[in-house]
């Protein structure tokens, strides 16, 4: 069996590791907010090249929170317009929608399946407040184009940036390059904690601080509340678990570069294949292709005990409690989602697994 993802096997690597900083963590009699999450904060800002990082309790919060802090800070309010891709995980549209705010859907490129920044500016109107772009399958989806539309109208820029953990776009890393960032350390992502937890990232100051308030109900210190806030905390035992993770992040990075450049080279029909965009140094959390006659395909990985997931098979607009957005004409998005496959990508798979997975590819019709 050639499983999607095999989180058993990729944190064996770090037992020994992970099992002393939970006893650490279950040494120190404290659980929330204390040393581990201090220190993983500053070595991830450190990692991202940012001044600030607010650990948080998951990618879906970090999201909310941005918003919801610009809303506090009178640069946002209920109704505005946040530009957003039709083709994201459900988070990204839930978070704006959550805040009164409202997303404006717009079509990525086909190849790199990331926000399209030519399609942006007509979608601008005197509500538009922010991009929010996603830097899906783990290549940053920001470009020049975007950061001076960015600039040009006054859009606050926000990554998504829950599967691009140190990815690069002209030297600057994910989670750096727009003015604040979100980010989700879910055990399937490629920095993952053992359970929930997220962070925010930025330069911005009156942000940082209205963020690290929030995620703790709004206290500034105790008992006394500045804002009504949330109880969105990162728990010492995930920050122990990240803070051993992310030593080898960089490794593992390299080590799905490796398989990525394996597929690249060994599917043969060319025009199937991601894109990487210029300037860009992709960090592979999915290696998504298109396919014709998709359920074909599947049907020959399930023989050959391959498994493979579809990220996304329905895009948000389609969803029954979003069908309000479907004001506009999605159609390229939709036939996008029924064409993507993401075959297996993650440290441990072998390149016999990838032989075996480019052959199948390869013998589709
Ligand atoms: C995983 C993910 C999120 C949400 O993160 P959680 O930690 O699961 O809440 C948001 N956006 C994208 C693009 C994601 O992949």
């Not at 939970?22 to 201090?38: F, M, P, Q």
């Not at 470009?143 to 001076?148: A, F, G, S, V």
């Not at 829950?162 to 390059?177: D, E, F, P």
């Not at 969105?232 to 080898?248: C, G, P």
Request: glycine content about 6%; overall charge positive; some cysteine.
């Amino acid at each position: 069996m050639i499983k999607f993802l095999d989180l058993k096997k990729i944190n064996k690597k770090y037992q020994e590791e992970l099992k002393i900083a939970a006893n650490r963590v279950i040494d120190s009699g404290w659980y929330i907010l204390g040393n581990e999450l201090k220190s993983f904060e500053k070595e991830y800002a450190s990692f991202c090249g940012v001044k600030y990082c607010i650990g948080v309790a998951s990618g879906l919060d970090a999201l909310k929170l941005i918003l919801r802090a610009y809303i506090e800070n009178g640069e946002m309010e209920s109704g505005d317009e946040i530009i957003v891709p039709t083709n994201t995980y459900i988070a990204t549209v839930m978070a704006i929608i959550d805040n009164g705010l409202r997303p404006v859907l717009v079509e990525p490129n086909f190849k790199t399946y990331n926000l399209d920044s030519n399609k942006i500016e007509s979608k601008i109107t005197k509500k538009t407040k922010g991009i929010l772009t996603v830097h899906l399958y783990g290549q940053i989806s920001i470009d020049d184009k975007m950061l001076d539309l960015s600039k040009k109208y006054n859009l606050k820029l926000i990554e998504d940036a829950a599967q691009s953990h140190g990815a690069v776009y002209n030297g600057s890393v994910s989670g750096g390059i727009g003015e604040v960032a979100a980010h989700s350390f879910y055990p399937g992502k490629n920095l993952g904690a053992l359970g929930d937890a997220g962070a925010v990232t930025t330069n911005n100051k009156s942000i940082f601080e209205i963020i690290k308030s929030l995620r703790n109900y709004g206290s500034e210190s105790k008992y006394i509340y500045k804002y009504r806030g949330f109880n969105s905390r990162l728990d010492e035992i995930q920050a122990a678990f990240l803070n051993v993770k992310l030593k080898y992040l960089k490794n593992e990075i390299e080590i799905r570069r490796k398989i990525a450049a394996e597929y690249l080279k060994k599917i043969k029909d060319k025009n199937i294949l991601p894109k990487i965009n210029d300037h860009n140094s992709h960090v592979w959390h999915l290696f998504v292709i298109r396919v014709k006659n998709r359920e074909k395909l599947i049907k020959s990985f399930k023989k050959n005990n391959v498994e493979t997931l579809i990220h996304y098979p329905i895009p948000a607009h389609l969803n029954e409690p979003y069908k309000s957005l479907k004001i506009g004409n999605y159609k390229k998005t939709e036939i996008m989602s029924s064409e993507i496959i993401s075959l297996p990508i993650s440290p441990v798979v072998s390149i016999r697994e990838i032989n075996i997975i480019c052959d199948l590819v390869n013998q589709h019709e």
